[in-house]
């Protein structure tokens, strides 16, 4: 795994992070004053420890340093070495120095001369000597003048707010930040000074709280089901009518066959009359209602298509930063690259962009690092000397595709085999057996290949499981295509908007479940004659081809299966695979708002994606297609799937979601399951009710610390015998004692982590 590239897919979230986190120090120091100050004094020290941790794990080691010097100020002062007043007002100039870090983060990595006389300011004051920078990797190319910053990354050190345009209209879009203005499409002007141009945007552009549009998006839906609701009741206002008006024509028949007097059929003749004209005003106002009803409905789905189109960015907010990038990587490679972008205007719902991006910094990394090749070889092939990498977007109903296509070498499948069988992810045997299609899937794998591996084939090893994970979880697919010394095309098949979604809804007995309408190729009857068995596997041929057949309860865990003699079943897609799978009934096939699960007995749950309120009041549970096609695919191919070595199930706990996020991919990319916790009570409740293999811990968290949690772990029969590992950024040799002291099973520092001493320390603990 190139833990350098996830550092760098980090930086941003780390910016964004921090600067909350200086601010709750910044006010923490002003309360050394007051009388919470002893509350104040914890938290500040628990946020500059996260602080400390998390630069030094990204390689910024100054960002560290000056936490780790505002640290023995902060001791201190608590230890009564240092006035509060001295105290409070080093570390205010300090956070105005962390801030200037934050947002140069190349100036982080190094170090500044104000940094240096902050450090120098901070010691003075503690009385402790001046902090090393600590255990941080220098840049590979640390002889050669420092690099520009990747422009990957934002250049300017405030984010502007972003203007969401329609996609027909997206031209020179700038970059993604909050709050969003949600602008109006743009018609052509005329040349004006600069000062028209401002007022002319402003006129057509307010700003707009992200957070407020997403509500919108949520109302919209519900507005949407509400008002489907409301035509079902005016369908049973006319039944209720209809009913009625039968009881009348019953009543007017019967007067007529009975003799009564005169008198008395005169009030019959007026009731009658009256009978009719209630019948005829009770019909006109049924239609009007149902036109009524008709227009809200309408004008509500055209609400939310347009706030669904709101939310739209336009990629090119991403795709601009790309020719720099691109080049900047060739240019250490000694390569010549010619990226070519098609479509970059088409929109993507703001929640998505930043896994698209981080796909794709992915894939055009790894396309010009290891895809291409040099000037040299490329002539010697008969190809440009000039290498082409091209993007091209389209939208394809509700789904976007993005394809990142490369005229490079290919992928070698015979070595991607060979790989996987030194990885021992495969035995020989079962490596001959995989079609070409298998054996470039092998690149999924995590931790599949390491940087020195890649080199040495042809192939995409380096974050292709992250780039497949990304995609997956916004229920997406990805392909790839490669012929080998031509190039290799990946394409990402990604829903457009997470506001609203086109879905088909099945019945599996009394219950309502959805599938996006993208992954639905058909709807048949299963006929008996259909049905056949491939290696083992129970199919039907959809469209000439054997389509695997799976009973959609049993899978889910429900109770059921096939109760009819021709069930009905739904064959869906994900990438190149399809799946009939068998359901009870169908509903209906509707546009719904997505929400996330609620409830703990929905949360986490495999194959769900979401939940829909439906317009009866029922709550649809939506399903997770690539979820659903992996586990189809380990039932139908269970030869490719033979791991070696056993999958842990591991808990994760830290304060940090950057340290989280870095040290869970170190874990998935040896193969094992993360579940994660927030601080060490949560943790415990946790073990309580789940099995685990493994706990990796932090040490200082709010509420019970990693020495804490360890020593509650230890005392706690049943749970006694799970390994522990703390991993701190405290290196002290009296700090590792207490650890091991607490009952831990390995002491291991952050700022010194990596694959292969992570994986040393498991395989002698597991």
């Known amino acids: 795994m190139d833990t350098e590239a996830l550092k760098k897919s980090l930086l941003k979230k780390f910016q964004e992070v921090t600067a909350d986190r200086l601010q709750k120090i910044q006010l923490g120091v002003i309360d050394l004053e007051k009388e919470t100050a002893e509350q104040a004094a914890e938290d500040v020290a628990r946020e500059l420890h996260t602080m400390k941790g998390e630069a030094r794990m990204l390689g910024l080691a100054a960002i560290g340093q000056l936490a780790h010097a505002a640290e023995d100020v902060l001791r201190a002062e608590r230890e009564g070495k240092t006035a509060t007043e001295t105290a409070t007002d080093v570390m205010l100039r300090a956070c105005d120095v962390l801030s200037d870090l934050i947002e140069d983060l190349d100036a982080a990595h190094t170090g500044t001369s104000a940094t240096e006389e902050m450090v120098k300011a901070l010691a003075e004051v503690s009385g402790h000597p001046v902090p090393a920078l600590g255990p941080v990797r220098k840049p590979a190319s640390s002889a050669a003048p420092p690099p520009p910053k990747p422009a990957v990354q934002a250049p300017a050190p405030v984010a502007p707010p972003a203007v969401v345009q329609a996609p027909v209209a997206a031209q020179a879009a700038p970059r993604v930040a909050e709050p969003v203005a949600v602008a109006a499409p743009a018609a052509k002007e005329e040349e004006a000074p600069s000062a028209a141009k401002a007022n002319s945007i402003a006129d057509r552009s307010i700003r707009v709280n992200v957070e407020v549009l997403d509500s919108l998006g949520l109302l919209a839906g519900d507005l949407l089901v509400e008002s489907a609701r409301g035509r079902l009741r005016s369908g049973e206002t006319a039944q209720l009518f209809e009913r009625f008006s039968r009881l009348g024509d019953r009543f007017l028949r019967i007067s007529e066959e009975v003799d009564v007097p005169d008198s008395i059929r005169t009030e019959l003749e007026r009731a009658e009359a009256d009978l009719h004209m209630l019948r005829d005003d009770a019909f006109r106002f049924v239609r009007r209602n ?76 790894n396309a010009v690092d290891h895809g291409l090749e040099s000037a040299d070889f490329r002539q010697q092939m008969g190809k440009p000397a000039t290498g082409r990498i091209r993007i091209r977007v389209r939208v394809d109903g509700d789904m976007l595709h993005i394809e990142v296509e490369d005229d490079g070498r290919g992928m070698d499948t015979e070595r991607l085999k060979q790989v996987a069988i030194n990885k021992r992810l495969l035995s020989p045997v079962q490596a001959a057996a995989l079609s070409e299609r298998e054996a470039i899937e092998l690149i999924f794998r995590p931790g599949f290949s390491t940087r020195e591996q890649v080199s040495e084939l042809s192939g995409r090893g380096v974050g292709m499981d992250v780039v497949k994970r990304k995609v997956e979880t916004l229920g997406g697919s990805v392909g790839v295509q490669s012929r080998q010394g031509r190039g290799t095309t990946i394409t990402l098949r990604l829903p457009q908007s997470l506001a609203l979604m086109k879905v088909l ?138 791991p070696a070595s056993r999958r842990l199930r591991v808990l994760l706990v830290d304060d940090s979601p950057i340290a989280r996020a870095t040290e869970g991919a170190l874990v998935k990319a040896l193969g094992h399951s993360v579940e994660e916790a927030q601080d060490g009570e949560e943790a415990y409740v946790k073990v309580q009710t789940n099995t685990y293999d493994l706990i990796l811990t932090d040490v200082q968290m709010p509420k019970l610390d990693g020495f804490s949690l360890t020593r509650r772990l230890k005392g706690t029969p049943a749970v006694a015998r799970i390994p522990v590992i703390i991993l701190s950024s405290l290196a002290s040799p009296e700090d590792k004692r207490r650890g091991l002291d607490a009952g831990a099973d390995a002491y291991l520092v952050k700022g010194e982590l990596g694959v292969e001493i992570l994986a040393q320390s498991i395989d002698r603990l597991t």
């Not at 930063?321 to 972008?341: C, G, M, S």
């Open 290 to 365: 149902g036109d009524g009803i008709n227009t809200l409905h309408g004008n509500l789905a055209q609400l939310a298509d347009h706030v669904a189109e709101a939310r739209l960015v336009p990629l090119s907010t991403v795709f601009d930063a790309f020719p720099r990038a691109v080049r900047d990587i060739a240019k250490t490679q000694n390569k010549e690259v010619d990226l070519v972008i098609e479509n970059a205007d088409i929109g993507v719902d703001r929640s998505m962009l930043a896994d698209v991006r981080d796909a794709l910094v992915h894939l055009l990394r």
């Open 505 to 642: 809804l099945v019945r599996l007995g009394d219950d309502v479940y959805g599938m996006p309408a993208a992954d639905v190729v058909a709807v048949m009857r299963i006929k008996p004659d259909d049905r056949m068995e491939v290696f083992g596997t129970l199919a039907v041929r959809h469209r000439g081809k054997p389509t695997a057949l799976v009973a959609l309860g049993p899978l889910l865990g429900l109770n059921g299966g096939n109760r009819f003699d021709k069930p009905p079943a739904v064959v869906v897609r994900h990438g190149d695979d399809y799946a009939a799978l068998v359901v009870d009934g169908f509903v209906d096939e509707r546009e719904v708002a997505v929400k996330p699960c609620g409830g703990e007995f929905l949360k986490g749950a495999p194959f769900i994606a979401g939940t829909a309120a439906l317009e009866d009041g029922r709550i649809a549970v939506l399903l997770h297609v690539p979820d659903i096609m992996t586990e189809v695919r380990r039932m139908a191919r269970p030869v490719t799937q033979a």
